[in-house]
């Protein structure tokens, strides 16, 4: 029996509709940008794998970190015990953020990341006896897919099945210079019940790659501060180069209580999260009273060999070549938009950083159920190229290792499926 039918037999495969999928593909190997399938054909992978990966596939040095680490230590349970490589990690990833990042929290992926730091918050209040619930988000946020992550991010076709179980939360727009000071003054009114307020800065990935502007997101952070709320970055897309610069809230002063970071932190060869918090949030749980502890915990908390591939990633990430690379895929990026943008069939389009979209347009309302959607994703397999549109919105987002001619196939590609499709 093929791979392909072996699979269909026992798998259940996440964001699929099962019954009208494309069979899946089977993948033998990872070099650089490029994966492979069972009869050598090579895929570029512009999506950096689901937005994980930034120094490429099976990366030697990672592999070497990972395989060294292996044979010293796999696992160790992480209440009342510690590690070389968590502790390593947390220093030098503090010494990237902002100044007020304190702790570092370790748990398992994006979502649960962004379940600490809810709990953070929720807590924080309560341990100090004061009755603040309500959260603040983006419409159209993406936070993960636990409970409490969907619960913060926009009802929408992924949230419909729960949305009577999700708690309440309130969902302002994103900021403009129009609608800035109605945004503020909703926060005022909210404020004596307002724990935090969550946000994807500058880009909300899963929402369609909407951006929206630094100078905006500064003076809802700099209100929140005033009112104290609260801010939790959720810089789990954002982080690690994605935006142009380290992490999204390089662009602003105004500095978050709490941070959430997964994909690239491994490179994206392991599933670690992590939650940062300045000395503020901490002390709130610190106490003779037991009741006040963080009760939050997962069974491989800090795994070493996920903090070995993050260290090994940090070591790539902060070389001067990484940065160059950022640079220069930034620049290319906006040549390309240049390009395309007056094209008739571009409704939109837009750049952040290594992050590029444009919307396709359809005649119709954008939207994930766009029939395009299947299309767009077929018609660049077959070149050799993976694409993941979120309905008509097509973006690239490449591992940092890819090169001009790698990128320009790309936007050639891009240019013939505008003329053909
Ligand atoms: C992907 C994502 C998450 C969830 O991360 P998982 O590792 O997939 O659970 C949370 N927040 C943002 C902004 C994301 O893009």
């Given at each position: 029996?093929?791979?392909?039918?072996?699979?269909?037999?026992?798998?259940?495969?996440?964001?699929?509709?099962?019954?009208?999928?494309?069979?899946?593909?089977?993948?033998?190997?990872?070099?650089?940008?490029?994966?492979?399938?069972?009869?050598?054909?090579?895929?570029?992978?512009?999506?950096?794998?689901?937005?994980?990966?930034?120094?490429?596939?099976?990366?030697?040095?990672?592999?070497?970190?990972?395989?060294?680490?292996?044979?010293?230590?796999?696992?160790?349970?992480?209440?009342?015990?510690?590690?070389?490589?968590?502790?390593?990690?947390?220093?030098?990833?503090?010494?990237?953020?902002?100044?007020?990042?304190?702790?570092?929290?370790?748990?398992?992926?994006?979502?649960?990341?962004?379940?600490?730091?809810?709990?953070?918050?929720?807590?924080?209040?309560?341990?100090?006896?004061?009755g603040r619930t309500k959260i603040l988000a983006f419409k159209n946020a993406y936070h993960g897919d636990t409970f409490g992550a969907m619960a913060v991010s926009g009802r929408?076709?992924?949230?419909?099945?729960?949305?009577?179980?999700?708690?309440?939360?309130?969902?302002?727009?994103?900021?403009?210079?129009e609608n800035i000071e109605s945004l503020k003054s909703q926060i005022s009114n909210l404020k004596s019940n307002l724990a935090c307020f969550i946000f994807e800065p500058l880009?909300?990935?899963?929402?369609?790659?909407?951006?929206?502007?630094?100078?905006?997101?500064?003076?809802?952070?700099?209100?929140?501060?005033?009112?104290?709320?609260?801010?939790?970055?959720?810089?789990?897309?954002?982080?690690?180069?994605?935006?142009?610069?380290?992490?999204?809230?390089?662009?602003?002063?105004?500095?978050?209580?709490?941070?959430?970071?997964?994909?690239?932190?491994?490179?994206?060869?392991?599933?670690?999260?992590?939650?940062?918090c300045s000395q503020q949030i901490y002390n709130a749980f610190l106490s003779d009273d037991r009741l006040k502890t963080l009760f939050h915990g997962h069974s491989f908390t800090?795994?070493?060999?996920?903090?070995?591939?993050?260290?090994?990633?940090?070591?790539?990430?902060?070389?001067?070549?990484?940065?160059?690379?950022?640079?220069?895929?930034?620049?290319?990026?906006?040549?390309?938009?240049?390009?395309?943008?007056?094209?008739?069939?571009?409704?939109?389009?837009?750049?952040?950083?290594?992050?590029?979209?444009?919307?396709?347009?359809?005649?119709?309302?954008?939207?994930?159920?766009?029939?395009?959607?299947?299309?767009?994703?077929?018609?660049?397999?077959?070149?050799?190229?993976?694409?993941?549109?979120?309905?008509?919105?097509?973006?690239?987002?490449?591992?940092?290792?890819?090169?001009?001619?790698?990128?320009?196939?790309?936007?050639?590609?891009?240019?013939?499926?505008?003329?053909?499709?």
């Amino acid at each position: 029996m093929s791979l392909v039918d072996r699979d269909l037999k026992v798998i259940w495969h996440p964001y699929t509709q099962m019954q009208t999928a494309l069979p899946p593909m089977p993948i033998v190997r990872g070099e650089g940008v490029c994966l492979f399938d069972e009869n050598g054909k090579k895929y570029i992978d512009a999506v950096s794998s689901w937005w994980v990966n930034i120094h490429g596939h099976a990366h030697p040095y990672i592999a070497q970190k990972v395989s060294e680490q292996l044979n010293k230590l796999e696992h160790v349970i992480f209440a009342g015990f510690t590690h070389e490589g968590a502790v390593e990690l947390a220093e030098r990833l503090l010494k990237l953020l902002p100044i007020n990042q304190k702790k570092v929290f370790y748990s398992d992926n994006g979502s649960t990341a962004v379940e600490v730091a809810i709990k953070m918050c929720l807590q924080y209040w309560h341990n100090k006896g004061e009755g603040r619930t309500k959260i603040l988000a983006f419409k159209n946020a993406y936070h993960g897919d636990t409970f409490g992550a969907m619960a913060v991010s926009g009802r929408s076709a992924f949230t419909a099945a729960f949305d009577s179980l999700l708690f309440e939360v309130e969902f302002i727009d994103l900021p403009t210079e129009e609608n800035i000071e109605s945004l503020k003054s909703q926060i005022s009114n909210l404020k004596s019940n307002l724990a935090c307020f969550i946000f994807e800065p500058l880009v909300q990935g899963a929402g369609g790659m909407l951006m929206y502007e630094a100078v905006y997101l500064n003076e809802l952070m700099a209100h929140c501060r005033k009112e104290a709320v609260l801010m939790i970055d959720d810089e789990v897309f954002t982080g690690f180069g994605r935006t142009g610069k380290s992490f999204a809230c390089d662009y602003v002063a105004e500095q978050p209580d709490i941070m959430c970071f997964s994909k690239g932190l491994t490179g994206g060869t392991m599933a670690l999260g992590i939650t940062t918090c300045s000395q503020q949030i901490y002390n709130a749980f610190l106490s003779d009273d037991r009741l006040k502890t963080l009760f939050h915990g997962h069974s491989f908390t800090a795994n070493p060999i996920a903090c070995a591939a993050a260290l090994a990633s940090m070591d790539l990430f902060t070389e001067p070549s990484t940065r160059e690379n950022i640079q220069r895929i930034e620049g290319l990026h906006s040549q390309f938009l240049e390009k395309i943008r007056h094209h008739p069939k571009v409704k939109t389009v837009r750049q952040t950083g290594t992050i590029l979209a444009m919307e396709w347009e359809t005649g119709n309302d954008t939207s994930y159920f766009n029939s395009l959607r299947d299309i767009l994703y077929r018609y660049f397999l077959d070149a050799g190229i993976i694409l993941r549109p979120l309905g008509n919105v097509i973006y690239i987002l490449p591992p940092y290792c890819i090169t001009d001619v790698e990128l320009n196939y790309i936007y050639n590609k891009i240019e013939q499926a505008l003329e053909e499709i």
